[in-house]
């Protein structure tokens, strides 16, 4: 099978399409996709929900998601983990780190 990003007898890397191979950063909806993609991943948890999302000057992705760490009977007493993901601008994963760990049920003030 033949790599359409293969380089182009002029000396570019462009595609068949005309746009140029990792030229162009990660979108929002993108970043969120790769976020779910690493909880699954890296945490082994259930993924629960995006909370922020905020591009960086680098053109990179700073992610924070809630992930399901303990199930419980009634769900209001389920272990919440707050992680934050930090995504390069090409959409890969760059680290990670739990930020917060509450109940489900505890009433907290989003910002």
């Known amino acids: 099978m033949d790599d359409p990003v293969a380089d182009q007898p ?3 890397d462009e595609t068949p399409d005309g746009d140029t191979a990792g030229s162009s950063p990660i ?3 993108d970043a969120q996709a790769r976020a779910r993609e690493a909880v699954a991943e890296l945490l082994e948890h259930p993924f629960d929900g995006i909370i922020t999302a905020e591009s960086g000057a680098d053109g990179g992705w700073r992610i924070l998601a809630e992930v399901v760490e303990r199930s419980a009977v009634p769900d209001t007493q389920d272990i919440i983990g707050r992680y934050e993901i930090t995504l390069d601008d ?3 994963v760059t ?3 739990l930020r917060e760990r509450y109940r489900r049920g505890e009433m907290k003030e989003e910002l």
């Open 95 to 97: 680290g990670y780190e």
């Open 90 to 92: 090409g959409g890969r």
């Open 10 to 12: 002029d000396g570019t």
């Open 27 to 29: 979108g929002l909806a």
